[in-house]
């Protein structure tokens, strides 16, 4: 896997945790390892794209971004 080319992510659940404020689960086909600290960007086709920090990087499993 390279880290500079884009790496496509299935949303598993989509949580609202307050007004304006929600907690997506991906999932990859891959897995990747990132530090404390890092982002990654987040986009989708026809919306843009945006800096997210990962809540968290579940081994075997999917991930939540806030």
Not at 32 to 52: D, L
């Amino acid at each position: 896997m390279n880290p500079l080319k884009p790496l496509r992510a299935k949303v598993e659940d989509v949580k609202i945790e307050a007004e304006g404020v929600k907690t997506y689960t991906l999932s990859t086909e891959f897995s990747f390892v990132a530090e404390p600290g890092q982002f990654n960007m987040i986009g989708y086709p026809g919306f843009g794209k945006a800096p997210i920090c990962l809540s968290a990087i579940m081994q075997g499993g999917a991930s939540p971004l806030r």
